[in-house]
Every structure is written in C-alpha cells, then in structure tokens.
C-alpha cells in the first residue's frame, strides 16, 4: 500500500469518525493504526504522515487502557512487528458508535 493510498484511507477514516470527541492527533493515529501494511512500524509511518510518536504511544496507551487491545499489540504495532491485523482494522470499517 503506498503512502499515498494510507493516506486517503486514513483521511476517509477520520472524517468517518470526526463526530466522536476525539482530539485530531487521536483520530489521526487510530486512522494510521487501522489502515498500515502489517510489518511496517507504526513509528516509521506516523513520521511519513506528520504524526509525532509521543502522539502514536499515548493513542496506543489509551486503546490498550480501553480495553480496545493488548499491551503487547500496542507494543508490536509501535515496533513493526506485528503480522496481524489488529482490532483496529475491524473498527476502521465500522459505524462510529
């Protein structure tokens, strides 16, 4: 998936969710965090799109806090490690509640 293709799938996401009051970086990173290639650090990415990474790691913070997944996915979407789609992929694609 190029930058450009996450990119218009994260605005798309963002716009979706825009009526939920979540701050702009929040969105930003949950839009990331739904739409990248599995295996390419979140880290890398954010930086491609201007997002910082104390940005990602405090999103990440509250999805795990939330309940929304796993310290340890947080951990390995932050490194690149993961090979899964996480949760968030299936929250990208639904109604904002």
């Given at each position: 998936?190029?930058?450009?293709?996450?990119?218009?799938?994260?605005?798309r996401i963002v716009e979706r969710w825009a009526a939920e009051s979540r701050s702009v970086a929040e969105l930003?990173?949950?839009?990331?965090?739904?739409?990248?290639?599995?295996?390419?650090?979140?880290?890398?990415?954010?930086?491609?799109?201007?997002?910082?990474?104390?940005?990602?790691?405090?999103?990440?913070?509250?999805?795990?806090?939330?309940?929304?997944?796993?310290?340890?996915?947080?951990?390995?979407?932050?490194?690149?490690?993961?090979?899964?789609?996480?949760?968030?992929?299936?929250?990208?694609?639904?109604?904002?509640?």
């Amino acid at each position: 998936m190029s930058i450009n293709r996450i990119r218009e799938e994260a605005a798309r996401i963002v716009e979706r969710w825009a009526a939920e009051s979540r701050s702009v970086a929040e969105l930003r990173v949950l839009a990331l965090l739904a739409v990248h290639p599995a295996g390419l650090s979140i880290a890398v990415l954010a930086a491609q799109l201007g997002i910082t990474r104390q940005a990602v790691q405090m999103s990440c913070a509250r999805l795990h806090a939330a309940g929304r997944i796993t310290r340890r996915a947080a951990v390995r979407r932050l490194r690149g490690t993961s090979n899964k789609r996480p949760f968030l992929y299936q929250l990208a694609n639904q109604e904002p509640s």
